[in-house]
Nanobody, 115 residues
């Protein structure tokens, strides 16, 4: 059973930084492209960033130049470094396979950016 656990969210002021982590209880991180997604209040879930097994990355236009996705296969973990945060980045952040996520989602981690 796939189990992805997100952590690292919190409350931060605009312009601040956070680093999210996604721990994988299995080994899908090592073999699949992985991505970060987010869902803001009242909005649909959207893709934020993805990283392929070879290391190439993909970012939504809204986060390019501010967010960096990375992976640590040895520790079955995917990270999302978020810099220059904006209030519009406020959302619950999830990780999953990319670009097509599995039907099963973790609980996510809440990021709140105050103005």
């Amino acid at each position: 059973q796939v189990r992805l656990v997100e952590s690292g969210g919190g409350l931060v002021q605009a312009g601040g930084s956070l680093r999210l982590s996604c721990a994988d209880s299995g080994s899908i991180v090592n073999f699949f492209a992985m991505g970060w997604y987010r869902q803001a209040p009242g909005k649909s879930r959207e893709s934020v960033a993805g990283i392929y097994p070879g290391g190439s990355t993909n970012y939504a236009d809204s986060v390019k130049g501010r967010f960096t996705i990375s992976r640590d296969n040895a520790n079955h973990t995917v990270y999302l470094q978020m810099n220059s945060l904006k209030p519009e980045d406020t959302a619950v952040y999830y990780c999953n396979t990319f670009p097509t996520p599995f039907n099963s989602w973790g609980k996510g981690t809440l990021v709140t950016v105050s103005s």
